[in-house]
Nanobody, 123 residues
């Protein structure tokens, strides 16, 4: 079982910055990709940004140029630097990772989610 723990959410004024962190633990053999998603009240969960183990990144159009994802798949930690925040960025942010677990030589795929952290941006 793989556990993901987020931190770094909070309340900030429009134009401000926040940095989210996510740490993975468990019987991880390798991580293929790590990402951040968000869900605003009454809306579906949506992709914010992803990064692969080779460093390739992908961003939602709404956050390009404002948010930066970074991370170390070997260490199982990744981050989301959010600058120039807007009220419409208000949501619960979830980290996600997929890869392979190793249980005493038994390899199995995993796709895990964190518990979520609230980001609120006031106007």
């Amino acid at each position: 079982q793989v556990q993901l723990v987020e931190s770094g959410g909070g309340l900030v004024q429009a134009g401000g910055s926040l940095r989210l962190s996510c740490a993975a633990s468990g019987s991880i053999f390798s991580i293929n990709a790590m990402g951040w998603y968000r869900q605003a009240p009454g809306k579906q969960r949506e992709l914010v940004a992803t990064i692969t183990s080779s460093g390739d990144t992908n961003y939602a159009d709404s956050v390009k140029g404002r948010f930066t994802i970074s991370g170390d798949s070997a260490a199982g930690t990744w981050y989301l630097q959010m600058n120039r925040l807007r009220p419409e960025d208000t949501a619960v942010y979830y980290c996600n990772a997929d890869g392979t677990t190793d249980y005493s030589g038994s390899y199995r795929p995993f796709d895990s989610w964190g518990q979520g952290t609230q980001v609120s941006v006031s106007s």
